[in-house]
């Protein structure tokens, strides 16, 4: 069974900074895609950035091109999400996700079979 556990979410003041943490077990970590989304109250999920399995390619939003990285380490099944020069549209719950498709696929920037953890949620106070 795949499970997905985010971390690091919380009350900041805009222009702060938070890094979110995705720890991931049932699968091979180092062999998979992997994502962060986030809804905000009334809108649908989108896509925030996506990493590939290697980690060589990444994918992010254009409203948070610049502001947030993503990064993995897969010697500790580890995804990162630094968000940086936050503000108050970035206030949303935040969900990390595992690409449960194929095994190491051609990156494709937020495609994919996911998996998804129960979020983080992140205040941005103005």
């Known amino acids: 069974q795949v499970q997905v556990v985010e971390s690091g979410g919380g009350l900041v003041q805009a222009g702060g900074s938070l890094r979110l943490s995705c720890t991931v077990s049932g699968l091979t970590f180092a062999d998979r895609a992997m994502g962060w989304f986030r809804q905000a109250p009334g809108k649908e999920r989108e896509g925030v950035s996506c990493?590939?399995?290697?980690?060589?390619?990444?994918y992010s939003a254009d409203s948070v091109k610049g502001r947030f990285t993503i990064s993995r380490d897969n010697g500790k099944n580890t995804l990162y999400l630094q968000m940086s020069s936050l503000k108050p549209e970035d206030t949303a719950m935040y969900y990390c996700?595992?690409?449960?498709?194929?095994?190491?696929?051609?990156?494709?920037?937020?495609?994919?079979?996911?998996?998804w953890g129960q979020g983080t949620q992140v205040t941005v106070a103005s």
């Open positions: 996700a595992a690409d449960v498709g194929k095994i190491r696929p051609t990156f494709s920037s937020c495609s994919g079979s996911w998996v």
């Open positions: 990493i590939s399995w290697g980690g060589g390619f990444t």
